[in-house]
């Protein structure tokens, strides 16, 4: 069942036996948009233009922690002078 009303996104997910548009699913200030990994992510419109005038990408928590524990991982290897197997020294 879906109001015409709710057809403006095109993304849907179901909630409670209706289908209703991302949009819907969250306050008018808020926007829900698919993370990379397909988790659909609910973020505040504000927020989310920021990030993208920034040149950011729209991520869910688990995809931002795991981004941020590699760029910890890749700066603590390149200052204790980690080499990578290929011999490049980080």
Known sequence: ?????LQ??????SHEGY???LDVMAEA?????YCSCGRIVVLDRSEMR???RLGK???CTSCRNRRISEEID???NHFNGI????????
């Open 19 to 21: 289908l209703r548009t």
């Open 8 to 13: 403006n996104s095109g993304s849907y997910a």
């Open 57 to 59: 990408e729209l991520e």
């Open 1 to 5: 069942m879906i109001d015409n009303k």
């Open 29 to 33: 200030s808020m926007m829900s948009v």
């Open 74 to 76: 890749e700066m603590d």
């Open 83 to 90: 080499e990578e197997p290929d011999g490049i020294l980080l």
């Open 50 to 52: 920021l990030r993208l």
